[in-house]
Protein backbone atom coordinates (compact mmCIF):
# COMPACT_ATOMS: atom_id res chain seq x y z
CA UNK A 1 0.00 0.00 0.00
CA UNK A 2 2.94 2.16 -0.69
CA UNK A 3 1.16 3.79 -3.88
CA UNK A 4 -1.49 3.00 -6.20
CA UNK A 5 -3.61 4.35 -8.78
CA UNK A 6 -6.64 6.40 -8.37
CA UNK A 7 -9.58 4.09 -9.28
CA UNK A 8 -12.89 6.54 -9.62
CA UNK A 9 -11.67 9.51 -11.82
CA UNK A 10 -14.91 8.76 -14.33
CA UNK A 11 -18.13 10.07 -12.80
CA UNK A 12 -20.50 8.30 -10.60
CA UNK A 13 -22.86 7.16 -12.92
CA UNK A 14 -20.21 4.48 -13.65
CA UNK A 15 -21.72 2.83 -10.23
CA UNK A 16 -25.29 2.26 -11.51
CA UNK A 17 -27.01 -0.59 -10.29
CA UNK A 18 -27.71 -1.72 -14.01
CA UNK A 19 -23.71 -1.64 -14.74
CA UNK A 20 -21.82 -4.78 -14.56
CA UNK A 21 -18.56 -6.01 -13.04
CA UNK A 22 -15.20 -6.11 -14.25
CA UNK A 23 -11.37 -7.05 -13.19
CA UNK A 24 -10.34 -4.46 -11.07
CA UNK A 25 -13.27 -2.35 -10.38
CA UNK A 26 -16.06 -2.10 -8.43
CA UNK A 27 -19.84 -2.52 -8.68
CA UNK A 28 -21.48 -0.90 -6.18
CA UNK A 29 -25.16 -0.85 -5.72
CA UNK A 30 -25.08 2.58 -4.32
CA UNK A 31 -23.18 5.96 -4.31
CA UNK A 32 -24.69 9.53 -3.52
CA UNK A 33 -22.26 12.17 -5.42
CA UNK A 34 -23.67 14.73 -2.87
CA UNK A 35 -22.89 13.30 0.44
CA UNK A 36 -19.75 13.86 2.29
CA UNK A 37 -16.29 12.80 2.39
CA UNK A 38 -12.98 14.33 2.20
CA UNK A 39 -14.02 18.07 1.10
CA UNK A 40 -10.35 18.76 -0.30
CA UNK A 41 -7.79 16.49 -2.06
CA UNK A 42 -4.44 16.08 -0.50
CA UNK A 43 -1.24 16.58 -2.18
CA UNK A 44 -0.58 12.37 -1.76
CA UNK A 45 -2.55 12.34 -4.69
CA UNK A 46 -0.84 13.37 -7.88
CA UNK A 47 -1.68 14.82 -11.13
CA UNK A 48 -1.06 11.61 -12.96
CA UNK A 49 -3.97 9.67 -11.18
CA UNK A 50 -1.75 7.59 -8.81
CA UNK A 51 -1.49 8.45 -4.99
CA UNK A 52 1.49 8.09 -2.82
CA UNK A 53 -0.11 6.29 0.48
CA UNK A 54 3.14 6.76 2.60
CA UNK A 55 2.70 10.63 2.41
CA UNK A 56 -0.73 10.69 2.92
CA UNK A 57 -1.74 11.89 7.07
CA UNK A 58 -3.65 9.48 9.71
CA UNK A 59 -5.82 10.74 12.09
CA UNK A 60 -4.06 10.86 15.80
CA UNK A 61 -4.50 9.11 18.91
CA UNK A 62 -3.88 5.65 20.01
CA UNK A 63 -7.34 4.71 21.79
CA UNK A 64 -8.47 1.14 22.88
CA UNK A 65 -11.95 0.05 22.94
CA UNK A 66 -13.57 -2.67 25.30
CA UNK A 67 -13.87 -5.23 22.13
CA UNK A 68 -16.14 -7.97 22.46
CA UNK A 69 -15.91 -10.48 19.26
CA UNK A 70 -17.44 -14.35 19.07
CA UNK A 71 -17.65 -16.10 16.13
CA UNK A 72 -19.22 -20.27 16.34
CA UNK A 73 -20.11 -22.74 14.00
CA UNK A 74 -23.70 -24.12 14.45
CA UNK A 75 -24.16 -27.12 12.12
CA UNK A 76 -24.65 -25.20 8.26
CA UNK A 77 -24.50 -21.77 10.05
CA UNK A 78 -21.79 -19.51 10.85
CA UNK A 79 -22.71 -17.58 14.05
CA UNK A 80 -21.30 -13.82 13.85
CA UNK A 81 -21.50 -11.36 17.07
CA UNK A 82 -19.99 -8.22 17.25
CA UNK A 83 -19.65 -4.87 19.28
CA UNK A 84 -17.69 -3.78 16.25
CA UNK A 85 -14.81 -2.09 18.67
CA UNK A 86 -11.57 -3.29 16.98
CA UNK A 87 -8.93 -5.40 18.73
CA UNK A 88 -6.18 -2.39 18.23
CA UNK A 89 -6.24 1.22 18.86
CA UNK A 90 -7.73 3.82 16.59
CA UNK A 91 -7.65 7.39 15.82
CA UNK A 92 -9.40 10.48 18.01
CA UNK A 93 -12.75 11.15 16.10
CA UNK A 94 -13.99 13.27 15.11
CA UNK A 95 -10.93 14.42 13.66
CA UNK A 96 -9.45 17.27 15.73
CA UNK A 97 -9.14 20.68 14.11
CA UNK A 98 -5.88 20.70 15.28
CA UNK A 99 -4.93 17.22 13.37
CA UNK A 100 -3.38 17.93 9.91
CA UNK A 101 -6.06 15.50 8.31
CA UNK A 102 -8.82 18.11 9.31
CA UNK A 103 -7.24 20.52 6.77
CA UNK A 104 -8.80 17.48 3.66
CA UNK A 105 -11.31 15.24 5.61
CA UNK A 106 -13.50 16.69 8.95
CA UNK A 107 -15.20 13.33 9.87
CA UNK A 108 -17.74 14.77 12.27
CA UNK A 109 -18.66 11.30 13.79
CA UNK A 110 -17.88 9.21 17.01
CA UNK A 111 -16.94 5.69 17.07
CA UNK A 112 -19.82 3.96 18.77
CA UNK A 113 -20.89 0.46 20.00
CA UNK A 114 -22.59 -1.20 18.26
CA UNK A 115 -24.77 -4.62 18.75
CA UNK A 116 -24.85 -6.90 15.54
CA UNK A 117 -25.46 -10.52 15.04
CA UNK A 118 -25.24 -12.40 11.92
CA UNK A 119 -26.17 -15.69 10.48
CA UNK A 120 -24.11 -16.36 7.15
CA UNK A 121 -24.09 -19.74 5.25
CA UNK A 122 -21.09 -21.77 7.01
CA UNK A 123 -20.67 -23.59 3.53
CA UNK A 124 -21.35 -21.00 0.73
CA UNK A 125 -21.81 -21.37 -2.42
CA UNK A 126 -21.43 -18.86 -5.38
CA UNK A 127 -25.32 -17.77 -6.74
CA UNK A 128 -26.36 -17.87 -10.54
CA UNK A 129 -24.62 -14.57 -11.11
CA UNK A 130 -22.79 -12.22 -9.33
CA UNK A 131 -24.48 -9.60 -7.99
CA UNK A 132 -23.86 -5.50 -6.57
CA UNK A 133 -21.18 -4.78 -3.95
CA UNK A 134 -23.10 -3.10 -1.26
CA UNK A 135 -21.72 -0.55 1.16
CA UNK A 136 -20.85 -3.14 4.38
CA UNK A 137 -19.64 -5.83 2.74
CA UNK A 138 -18.11 -8.14 5.46
CA UNK A 139 -16.37 -8.31 9.16
CA UNK A 140 -12.47 -8.74 9.45
CA UNK A 141 -11.09 -10.71 12.77
CA UNK A 142 -9.97 -7.60 14.19
CA UNK A 143 -13.61 -7.68 15.22
CA UNK A 144 -14.80 -4.66 12.93
CA UNK A 145 -16.55 -3.96 9.82
CA UNK A 146 -15.50 -4.04 6.49
CA UNK A 147 -17.05 -1.76 3.57
CA UNK A 148 -16.39 -1.66 -0.05
CA UNK A 149 -13.67 0.20 -1.83
CA UNK A 150 -15.71 3.37 -2.16
CA UNK A 151 -16.81 6.68 0.08
CA UNK A 152 -20.40 7.98 -0.22
CA UNK A 153 -19.47 10.17 -3.18
CA UNK A 154 -18.18 7.27 -5.19
CA UNK A 155 -14.69 7.66 -4.98
CA UNK A 156 -11.18 5.42 -4.05
CA UNK A 157 -11.82 5.86 -0.12
CA UNK A 158 -8.32 4.87 1.00
CA UNK A 159 -7.03 6.82 -1.17
CA UNK A 160 -9.09 10.10 -0.42
CA UNK A 161 -9.68 9.69 2.80
CA UNK A 162 -8.20 10.47 6.18
CA UNK A 163 -8.20 7.27 8.10
CA UNK A 164 -6.59 6.42 11.71
CA UNK A 165 -3.06 4.66 11.78
CA UNK A 166 -4.88 1.29 10.95
CA UNK A 167 -7.26 2.65 7.99
CA UNK A 168 -10.71 2.60 10.09
CA UNK A 169 -12.82 5.37 10.93
CA UNK A 170 -16.52 5.98 12.02
CA UNK A 171 -19.64 6.84 9.99
CA UNK A 172 -22.89 8.54 10.40
CA UNK A 173 -23.97 5.87 12.88
CA UNK A 174 -20.78 5.23 14.66
CA UNK A 175 -19.74 2.16 13.28
CA UNK A 176 -15.62 1.49 12.95
CA UNK A 177 -15.18 0.51 9.33
CA UNK A 178 -11.80 0.10 6.77
CA UNK A 179 -12.29 -0.18 3.15
CA UNK A 180 -9.44 -2.26 2.80
CA UNK A 181 -7.49 -4.82 5.37
CA UNK A 182 -5.88 -3.17 7.82
CA UNK A 183 -2.20 -2.83 8.25
CA UNK A 184 -2.78 -3.51 12.02
CA UNK A 185 -3.73 -7.17 11.31
CA UNK A 186 -1.21 -9.38 11.06
CA UNK A 187 -1.12 -11.23 7.15
CA UNK A 188 -0.51 -14.49 8.57
CA UNK A 189 1.07 -17.00 6.18
CA UNK A 190 0.27 -20.92 5.63
CA UNK A 191 2.48 -23.27 4.90
CA UNK A 192 2.73 -23.27 1.35
CA UNK A 193 3.07 -19.30 1.67
CA UNK A 194 -0.43 -18.46 0.79
CA UNK A 195 -2.09 -15.77 3.24
CA UNK A 196 -4.68 -17.31 6.04
CA UNK A 197 -7.91 -15.64 6.58
CA UNK A 198 -8.54 -12.49 7.54
CA UNK A 199 -12.39 -12.22 7.22
CA UNK A 200 -15.65 -12.67 6.16
CA UNK A 201 -17.82 -11.59 3.42
CA UNK A 202 -22.05 -11.23 3.86
CA UNK A 203 -22.33 -14.21 1.34
CA UNK A 204 -20.65 -16.24 3.78
CA UNK A 205 -17.26 -16.79 1.50
CA UNK A 206 -13.95 -16.11 3.28
CA UNK A 207 -11.74 -12.95 2.43
CA UNK A 208 -7.77 -13.87 2.70
CA UNK A 209 -4.74 -11.87 3.17
CA UNK A 210 -2.31 -10.52 -0.25
CA UNK A 211 -0.40 -13.94 -0.97
CA UNK A 212 -0.86 -16.95 -2.87
CA UNK A 213 0.69 -20.12 -3.15
CA UNK A 214 4.78 -19.91 -3.40
CA UNK A 215 4.45 -16.13 -1.30
CA UNK A 216 2.92 -14.61 -4.67
CA UNK A 217 1.67 -11.16 -3.59
CA UNK A 218 -1.40 -11.46 -5.97
CA UNK A 219 -3.15 -8.11 -7.50
CA UNK A 220 -6.44 -7.75 -9.34
CA UNK A 221 -5.25 -9.06 -12.64
CA UNK A 222 -4.40 -12.09 -11.11
CA UNK A 223 -8.25 -12.10 -9.93
CA UNK A 224 -11.88 -12.78 -11.09
CA UNK A 225 -14.84 -9.72 -11.69
CA UNK A 226 -15.61 -9.97 -7.84
CA UNK A 227 -12.05 -9.64 -6.51
CA UNK A 228 -11.63 -13.87 -5.70
CA UNK A 229 -10.63 -16.98 -6.91
CA UNK A 230 -10.95 -20.74 -6.63
CA UNK A 231 -8.14 -22.33 -5.14
CA UNK A 232 -6.98 -24.41 -2.03
CA UNK A 233 -7.61 -22.74 1.56
CA UNK A 234 -7.60 -23.42 5.39
CA UNK A 235 -11.52 -23.33 5.82
CA UNK A 236 -12.59 -24.66 9.58
CA UNK A 237 -9.31 -26.09 9.84
CA UNK A 238 -9.03 -27.95 6.80
CA UNK A 239 -7.56 -27.56 3.08
CA UNK A 240 -10.36 -27.33 0.76
CA UNK A 241 -10.20 -25.85 -2.69
CA UNK A 242 -13.46 -23.28 -3.05
CA UNK A 243 -14.26 -19.71 -3.75
CA UNK A 244 -12.99 -17.00 -1.59
CA UNK A 245 -12.15 -13.14 -1.94
CA UNK A 246 -8.02 -12.15 -1.94
CA UNK A 247 -6.77 -8.99 -0.54
CA UNK A 248 -5.00 -7.31 -2.67
CA UNK A 249 -2.79 -3.86 -2.19
CA UNK A 250 -3.96 -2.23 -5.30
CA UNK A 251 -8.00 -1.27 -5.88
CA UNK A 252 -10.94 -2.58 -4.98
CA UNK A 253 -8.66 -3.60 -2.47
CA UNK A 254 -11.03 -6.63 -1.51
CA UNK A 255 -14.40 -7.01 -2.90
CA UNK A 256 -15.24 -5.89 -6.47
CA UNK A 257 -19.14 -7.54 -6.68
CA UNK A 258 -20.87 -10.37 -4.41
CA UNK A 259 -20.07 -14.01 -5.94
CA UNK A 260 -22.36 -15.64 -3.22
CA UNK A 261 -26.12 -14.51 -2.26
CA UNK A 262 -26.02 -11.83 1.12
CA UNK A 263 -29.03 -10.75 2.95
CA UNK A 264 -29.99 -7.24 2.47
CA UNK A 265 -30.92 -6.91 5.84
CA UNK A 266 -27.32 -7.88 7.17
CA UNK A 267 -26.07 -4.94 5.35
CA UNK A 268 -29.29 -2.45 7.47
CA UNK A 269 -28.22 -4.25 10.54
CA UNK A 270 -24.52 -3.19 10.43
CA UNK A 271 -24.55 0.59 8.56
CA UNK A 272 -27.95 0.89 8.38
CA UNK A 273 -30.95 1.44 6.15
CA UNK A 274 -30.14 4.12 3.30
CA UNK A 275 -31.14 7.71 3.69
CA UNK A 276 -34.79 8.28 3.02
CA UNK A 277 -35.80 8.95 -0.41
CA UNK A 278 -32.83 7.02 -2.04
CA UNK A 279 -33.52 3.59 -3.74
CA UNK A 280 -32.12 0.31 -1.41
CA UNK A 281 -29.33 -2.03 -2.82
CA UNK A 282 -30.20 -3.98 -5.38
CA UNK A 283 -29.63 -7.83 -4.39
Known amino acids: MLSGRLCCAESAAEFQTDALPKKGWIWACRVDPNTGGAFRDGPWIKPDGTYDFTTKPTV ?123 TCLDDKREADGSSALVGYALDGFGIYGRYGEGGKLMTSAD ?26 WDFPYTIGCMRGTYKIEDVFKIAGPPPRGGPPPKN
Open 60 to 182: SGDVHWPSHYVISRRGDHRLFTTNDFPNHGTGLFPIPPTDEGYRYDRNPNHIAEQNITIDLPATPMPAPAPSCAPGAVGILITGAVLFNALDAPGRDAVAHEVQDKCQGHPQVNGVYHYHSIT
Open 223 to 248: LDDCHGRVSTVMWDGKPIEMYHYVAT
